[in-house]
């Protein structure tokens, strides 16, 4: 069965870096686009990027373009999410999600808490 699993959240201060995985398991990895939402609270779920099933396309939200780096290694079948100058904004549950057809899963999400 399909399984997604993030890791890699945790606390970190303004300015600073992280990086989030997400490992899959259960289906043909590097036939599938993957994407990284993220839900605050309080807040709706947002999508953040998406990257092709090879890697060669991506796309970003406007709220973190310039700043977060969606990549993918095929042959470890793991997604990342690369983020950069953090804001406290940015406090938030991530997920990484794929779409199969008409189904849909979700990893359990990691939190990031960005605060000084």
């Known amino acids: 069965q399909v399984q997604l699993v993030e890791s890699g959240g945790g606390a970190v201060q303004p300015g600073g870096s992280m990086r989030l995985s997400c490992a899959a398991s259960g289906f043909f990895f590097s036939r599938y686009a993957m994407s990284w939402y993220r839900q605050a609270p309080g807040k709706a779920r947002e999508l953040l990027a998406t990257i092709s099933n090879t890697g060669s396309n991506t796309d970003y939200a406007d709220s973190v373009k310039g700043r977060f780096t969606i990549s993918r290694d ?8 690369e983020m950069n100058s953090l804001k406290p904004e940015d406090t938030a549950v991530y997920y990484c999600k794929l779409t199969q057809g ?7 999400g990691t939190q990031v808490t ?3």
């Open 114 to 116: 960005v605060s000084s």
């Open 74 to 81: 095929n042959a470890k079948q793991t997604l990342y999410l």
């Open 102 to 108: 008409f189904s849909v899963y979700w990893g359990q």
